[in-house]
């Protein structure tokens, strides 16, 4: 299977604790993205990878949340300090940008849960 | 403020009938358009796009409309099919891509 693939599926953390996830996009996509989706919501975008740059971040990406692309392959994200509200679905996707027209491929997420 | 509308968070139809989802954007510098299918448990599913220099596009059993003057986008399946229970999230792009809340399609055999 050469799909998005993110690691781990589920996570349960206390309030407090640091968690991080993995992402494997497709191998010869070049742009890498994280979205935060959260019950009865659309994905909404957090920050974007072109090759191993981190060209854009929301401004939903609070100072407790890095992310990075270190060889332009897999990527991580780290939440310090985590709070109640980081409870969501965290997804991944890649693309291979060509123009404007751009379809991202999204990997099954994982949701993270913080009591 | 929310650029990408679904005011439908759910709509059910007979199995074989057209079901028809609906998206409005705020944006006039969106220049792409997407629908996503996303079953429980699983990440979004790239489904079928149009630019904004089209107004219509099909693959298949889906056709997806675009009204840019109204600035409305919707999609249609026809006939719809149990398997296409799911819910479907419009999305739009002008740098990145903007989600709609996603309506969830319910096709009853």
């Known amino acids: 299977d050469t799909g998005v693939s993110q690691d781990p599926r589920h996570k349960i953390t206390k309030r407090g604790q640091n968690v991080t996830f993995r992402c494997d996009p497709i191998s010869e996509h070049n742009r890498l993205y994280w979205y935060r989706q959260t019950l009865g919501q659309g994905p909404e975008f957090l920050t974007y990878?072109?090759?191993?740059?981190?060209?854009?971040k929301s401004r939903l990406l609070s100072d407790r949340f890095s992310a990075e692309r270190p060889k332009g392959s897999f990527s991580t994200l780290e939440i310090q300090r985590t709070e109640q509200g980081d409870s969501a679905m965290y997804l991944c996707?890649?693309?291979?940008?060509?123009?404007?027209?751009?379809?991202?491929?999204f990997g099954s997420g994982t949701q993270l849960s913080v009591l | 403020d929310q650029q990408v509308k679904q005011n439908s968070p759910s709509l059910s139809v007979q199995e074989g009938r057209i079901s028809i989802l609906n998206c409005d954007y705020t944006?006039?510098?969106?220049?792409?358009f997407l629908w996503y299918k996303k079953y429980p448990a699983e990440g979004p599913t790239f489904l079928i796009s149009i630019s904004s220099i089209k107004d219509k596009n099909e693959d298949g059993r889906f056709t997806v409309f675009l009204n840019k003057s109204a600035k409305h986008l919707s999609l249609h399946i026809v006939p719809s099919q149990p398997g296409d229970s799911a819910v479907y999230f419009c999305a739009a792009s002008a740098t990145q891509l903007t989600f709609g809340s996603g309506t969830q399609l319910t096709v009853l055999p």
């Open positions: 944006n006039s510098m969106f220049d792409y």
């Open positions: 990878f072109q090759n191993e740059a981190q060209l854009e």
């Open positions: 996707a890649s693309s291979l940008a060509y123009g404007n027209n751009e379809k991202l491929f």
